[in-house]
Antibody
Framework: DVLLVESGGGLVKPGGSLRLSCAAS????????MSWVRQAPGKGLEWIGR??????????DYAAPVKGTFRISRDDSKDTLYLQMSNLRPEDTAVYYC??????????????WGQGTLVTVSS | SYELTQPPSVSVSPGQTASITCSGD??????TCWFQQKPGQSPVQVIY???KRPSGIPERFSGSNSGNTATLTISGAQPMDEADYYC?????????FGTGTKVTVL
């Protein structure tokens, strides 16, 4: 079974940094495109960015609000996706999810989601 | 930037049909996905590529997309379908989620 497990969330002060991880299992991670999506408390879903498989160039696309401050990477040897966040602001407070389109055959889908990890930015 | 607009709320009686709309410029030219999210849970994809249902999603969920509007239809709504629903589409290499619709079954 596909399993995505996010970790690394917690309380961080404004201006601080944090790295989230998403451990994947149950599918061929190295072939998968992976996305990060966040949800602020009581708000809707917001896409952060996506990384393609390294065999397809490993290209990363970001949402405009996080471009330049968030960085997505992957370690195929560890089946793990990362989200490096810097210069964090209170409005970055959210549950962060990783997701993959690994079963539908449509690269734009979000077939599987992790349970999410909460990031709180507060002094 | 591209935007997808949904009604904030939809109410439906059990066994009746609920329709949730998602509006965006020329949305019919893009593939739309739909997600169900219950309180405290991760989103679940219920429709992808406008009308396809993932394995395990009940047949009462269906989707369509044409012109500027995509629609998620729940035929014979069940109390378990009460949740927030989000549409999603790609604008070039950027994923955009809709504003979300709270579906109440009562």
């Amino acid at each position: 079974d596909v399993l995505l497990v996010e970790s690394g969330g917690g309380l961080v002060k404004p201006g601080g940094s944090l790295r989230l991880s998403c451990a994947a299992s149950g599918f061929t991670f190295s072939h998968a495109w992976m996305s990060w999506v966040r949800q602020a408390p009581g708000k809707g879903l917001e896409w952060i960015g996506r990384i393609k498989s390294n065999t397809e160039g490993g290209t990363v696309d970001y949402a405009a609000p996080v471009k330049g401050t968030f960085r997505i990477s992957r370690d195929d040897s560890k089946d793990t996706l990362y989200l490096q966040m810097s210069n964090l602001r209170p409005e970055d407070t959210a549950v962060y999810y990783c997701s993959t389109p690994t079963s539908s055959g449509y690269s734009g889908a979000f077939d599987y989601w992790g349970q999410g990890t909460l990031v709180t930015v507060s002094s | 930037s591209y935007e997808l607009t949904q009604p904030p709320s939809v109410s439906v009686s059990p066994g009746q049909t609920a329709s949730i709309t998602c509006s965006g410029d020329n949305l019919g030219d893009k593939y739309t996905c739909w997600f169900q999210q219950k309180p405290g849970q991760s989103p679940v994809q219920v429709i992808y590529q406008d009308e396809k249902r993932p394995s395990g999603i009940p047949e009462r969920f269906s989707g369509s997309n044409s012109g500027n509007t995509a629609t998620l239809t729940i035929s014979g709504a069940q109390p378990m379908d009460e949740a927030d629903y989000y549409c999603q589409a790609w604008d070039s290499s950027t994923a955009v989620f809709g504003t979300g619709t709270k579906v109440t079954v009562l």
